[in-house]
């Protein structure tokens, strides 16, 4: 079957690379989509012929809801209990000892002993048609309520950062597995001839705690792993032509190295070659295509306002700005990480008080931008955003190493926290699942890491369980041996 | 050009005739292997095999699929289909019991293949691979000239050696003909990349067009197999195997001093250490009989092999957690390697395809698991390096030891070697407000205390314990079973040692037999700290107390631990209190236990010999005796998969039933008896086998015949055309500009990388630029870190080295691209071959050619030296007129002119062409 796959790609890319040297069109006019030379398992922008059909019955899909994802995570896990998962009852308790129920048996990363219990530290409010608990931390997106969907009994297995990321985005807290949006684009192809079709914008200064495994590829080709656009340097690595070499001249130097190389694909008819010449113009478009649309001078004023940001400052905002400018040409997957939202109370930034508030301010009216900028310019029907971290925070109030913390800090928790879906195919303005009282455990509701996995591949058009790959003699996927469709968010 | 003349015509009647002979004359025996197994993976297994029994009913196992069911039905009765339930459930049309389930249903020759299994006996069959390897015929050639007819004298006398009957019997069979050898100078390059990693260099490739001798390829080969950076080539691929980097992976991927590991494997290969002892070196190089009471250094070394698992440093993460993560990809990298198996699968349940239960995964585990390694963040156990002075104070205290107590001797140098045996402060039980700091090290502060349960005193007299605090007059009291008075054992004034670990020796009365300690704080500051504990180690006291020189001894044997040393990661086996128990992990989770298991290996293989140790040793021998039947394969094809970029077996990670067919079985076989039995397992020997076979010598050049019949090159039917790794893309570029250091060995470099691609959150390790030669040193030696390897190498499809990779996907994008044109490194190199160029010609036509020459060594065409001409022309009118530009792109050298400017650009095209960046 592998084989079988491999022979329909090479088919199929070196019928569109002849046609392309036949029609001789020189640069810019490449035939070929990422996907295809990707060897995506299904069409993209290229007809599709008798090989893609074919090929495409090897992966189980129905129409999707959402042909594009962006994919904001909050690296560090902000505390729902500050932001949506409103507990009046815990204020009640602040202060008073944790009871013995929720800490026999647990683990916690730093929690010690018996912590208290900490009352949240937002004011809540219900917002919109929906009445969406959201507090003051977030008001801008109080204002988008009504496009949201909230499941707000999400539970994980790891209360480590790496491991949980790991297990948000690959399905398995271990190295090694692809991420969500290496399996998309495995699955859906690219849409853009110029650009990546996984792309990744990382701010707060650091990458996410898992590394590049978080956006890799894992055992699936390389060709899918996330490229990560830089805020600093080349937005892609070595996009830039080195100084002293203008855009003609690097157009010149392709144009001969591709000549040169047809002359070697005559003599020795190694069909390798001709992806190669391929990838060529692929790279010379993508040196034009990244910078271009990584450039925000050209936005009007009003949007940058309305984002808040300014050209080139690197931020979470400026990220989700690309992010609708990835989306709107036809990138399949942009995931976005921010980092520094660990609360645990050890430091000015990171507690669920002030420094919660400073990240919130940083990212809510962005990220509520972003909802109106893509509902505005139509493409909030299919496009998916997905908002949310690798778990939760405590109840109660950290006490790391038996001391109390200098600032109010929960700790990482894994019993139940809020992710929030807006966009393609999801039900606008409803609230999944319920936590108990104290916001401890998820009372209703209740879905898994892997069952928001499977819902994202819903809405994607694949079936979560049929979806494999085949590696080391088994067939993978992204839910493992898990997962069941949220069908109660699905519009 | 050899001729195909007729045998497209007989290989249509041979075709014809033996499928006749399959329908009626002779009854076609059902090979189970080949026929019946790929139906039952495919159809069965997945409800009926190792993950699921549903019904009680499985496939996997000879026995299983002749018990009843839970119906009480059998499903397969031997030589009866109508009575197999199998046979009845495939056939039934009531929806309630029709077989598959909810799959696909069978076609109608699968079902003919199972009902006729069935009716002949179903005789059961043990996989190829899991069979004795035994050595082949060799294939005569007379033998399939009667069946082919006639050779054509050109594909008579085409074999160089047997290498070359097995294939050319192949291509026979499927009508291809062998390509003819490629030119001198292609394949010079080509066995110089395969052998070395690195192009030939000009005056190499004179020598060779010019040399007529008949053995002038033999002699090259020879030299090539001599030379230091032989090593250097096949230690990248084990370094993929070995899952080796600079870096200890997980969150925090802190850098790990284990380069000496990597420098191990070259040496190993360059001084073509047989096969078997490189793999027990590795395996159990501690357990290989010792010197004044120590393995050697070197065997040590080795076992870094099973060091480079990872380590997890972040706060709050379970030590045990992560050790036993380490022992599970030990075991799995163990499979992977040799037994070419993936063993992953039945860490949570038996394997789902080939005839391997759960329980036998953890009988495995039970050889690896006793080894004092913790996951604890200075890496424990290493060996440690004393240098200078304190390499004789080391002597000079296992003299003193030696001279009074010999008996003592052995322990006290491996201590001050590897410092064990010792417990980590994990081990401690947290009561008494006592913390784990970190959630690594006992933390200890006024009026708390910590217990150590079972710790065994038996003979023990002397304490040594790792301390660190930052508070005066702190006072730690040790006692026995309880806080009481009477049970009083020690009292240790604890010193500020502002933070630093400090190793301190404590006498201690003869207590005998296994006590719980208690240890508690007393200190006089407020506000108080805590006091960490990192270690501690329960010994017979250094003899020669009575002696004046006694507390100097003892105080140079503290400072001496005290003191850091360079070290490396090793394995190290607990003995006695210090070996573990493993069990069953139920469905493979680490925390619910089941049954205890001891040391075997899966019945699939042959039995682990009697006279073997039950220990790592023991099963190193296993794995490298001649009757192990997947060691010899595994490995032959490894090295097989790299010459020609595909093994004999496709998937070289996956030997099992779900893995690829050999494509030559009996090649494979042949190569892997010669190797084992002719060879003595030296690797040189083999590669030089296959390098000096026609097969190997073809050229790589296709035709659109080849290309419809054969479009992978599964039958070699011409010769290895595939990209160079990633290190190999590199080490040519620096090669060819001449900036290429030859120095060998030592810590991981870092050539130049663009900034802000290390980010490690939490570790304050950067990227600092290496000086001189160091930015030039073969790719080998860049330093590896797990979450940010070097960024064009994984461009080029290097790993991460988190998990043993087997293969290296070699991918074809864009991003390669945008590497060899616009990475500072490929600039350099172009700069530096242009100044090249410009020394060889008086000319831009000459210099262009001396260029291509240079990359190549081949003319080049009058068509692409006038391609490469248009590019200097335009370039070269270019910084004619804006000579500002040319400053920018020469920024190495000194030189600077538009002329050397032109050729930096040309040499830039140059080392992006197909032909320059694959291996031909």
Known sequence: ??????????????????????????????????GSLMGSCSASSTEPNASDKSVQSGIPQFAPKAKRVIYIHMAGAPSQLELFDYKPELLKYHGKDCPAEFLEGKKFAFIQGVPKMLGPQGAFKQHGQSGAWISDYLPHLQKVADEISFFKAVHTDQFNHAPAQLLMHTGSPRLGRPSLGAWTVYGLGSENQNLPGFMVLASGGRQPDAGKSVYGSGFLPSVYQGVQCRTGGDPVLYVSDPSGMNRNMRKTTIEAINQINQQTYEDVKDPEILTRISQYEMAFRMQMSVPEVMDVSKEPQFILDMYGVKPGDGTFAMNCLLARKLVENDVRFVQLFDWGWDGHGTSEQDNVEGGLRKKCEATDKPIAALIQDLKMRGLLEDTLVIWGAEFGRTPMQENRNGLVMPYMGRDHHLEAFTMWMAGGG??????????????????????????????????????????????????FRLTDTEGKVVKEVLA | MMKKRTFIGLGVVVIFWSSFSWSGLFEHKVDYNAEVKPILNKHCMGCHGGVKKAGDVSFLFEHEMLEPGKSGKIPVVRGDAHASEMIRRILTDDPDEKMPKNGNPLSKDEIDILTKWIDQGASWETHWSYKRIEKPEVPSLRTFSNLFGLLDQDVRNWPKNEIDHFTLKKLREKDLSPSPEADKATLLRRVSLDLTGLPPTEKEVSDFTHDNSANAYEKVVDRLLKSSSFGERWTSMWLDLARYADTKGYEKDSGRRIWRYRDYVVRSFNADKPFDVFTIEQLAGDLLPKKNGMPSDENLIATGFHRNTMNNDEGGTSDEEFRVAAQIDRVNTTWEVWQGTTFACIQCHSHPYDPISHDEYYKYMAYF?????????????????????????????????????????????????????????????????????????????????????????????????????????????IRKDTSDKKNFIARIAVPNTQGKDTVMIIPIPHAGGKQDLFFSLESSKTPDDWVRIKWLSFQKEIPGKTEPEYPAVVAEFSRLLTKSAEDIPVLWEGKGDFSRKTHVFVRGNWMVKGAEVKPDVPKLLYAMPKDYARDRLGLAKWIVNRENALTGRVIVNRFWEQLFGRGIVETVEDFGSQGSEPSHRELLDWLAVEFMEKDQWRVKKLLKRIVMSATYRQSSK????????????????????????????RDQALAASGLLSKKMYGPGVMPAQPDKIWQSPYSGEKWVLSEGEDQYRRGLYTYWKRTSPYPSMVTFDAPS??????????????????????????????????????????????????GYRMLTYKSIEPKNLTVLMKVYQEALNAYKTKPAQVDSILPYGKERSPELAALTVSANVMLNLDNVITKE
């Not at chain 2, 296709?702 to 893309?729: F, H, M």
């Not at chain 2, 831009?844 to 001396?850: I, K, M, V, W």
């Open chain 2, 369 to 477: 698991n006793n080894t004092r390694d913790e996951d604890v963040p200075n890496d424990s156990p290493t060996l440690r390096f004393y240098k200078g002075n304190d390499s004789l104070k080391v002597q000079r205290l296992i003299d003193w030891v030696a001279k009074r107590d010999p008996q003592q001797t052995e322990n006290f140098t491996q201590f001050m070697r590897v410092m064990e045996p010792r417990i980590n402060s994990h081990d401690f039980q947290i009561i008494g407000g006592a913390t784990l700091l970190d959630g690594k090290y006992l933390g200890l502060k006024h009026k708390t205390s910590g217990r150590l349960p079972g710790a065994n005193l038996t003979g023990m007299t002397q304490m040594v314990v790792s301390l660190g605090a930052s508070i005066d007059k702190s006072v730690l009291t």
């Open chain 2, 702 to 729: 296709t035709d659109d015949d080849k290309l419809e019949k054969d479009p992978y090159n599964v039958w070699i039917s011409r010769g290895p055309r595939v990209r160079l790794s990633a290190e190999q893309v």
């Open chain 1, 1 to 34: 079957m592998e084989n079988l796959l491999k022979e329909l790609q090479y088919a199929k890319l070196e019928h569109q690379t002849r046609r392309h040297f036949l029609q001789s069109c020189g640069f810019g006019l490449g035939a070929l989509g990422l």
């Open chain 1, 426 to 475: 999801v039900k606008k303005g409803v609230t999944h699942g319920e936590t108990d009282e104290l916001g401890y455990y998820g009372v209703k509701g209740r879905v898994h890491v892997h069952d928001i996995q499977a819902t994202i591949l819903h809405l994607m058009g694949f079936d979560h369980e049929k979806f494999t790959y085949p590696f080391q003699g088994r067939n």
């Open chain 2, 801 to 850: 080295r988190e998990f043993c990779q087997s293969r290296r996907i070699l991918t074809n994008t864009p991003l390669q691209a945008l590497v060899t044109l616009n990475d500072p490194v490929y600039l350099q190199a172009a700069e530096q071959l242009a100044a090249n160029m410009q020394k060889r010609g008086h000319t831009p036509q000459q210099q262009l050619t001396e």
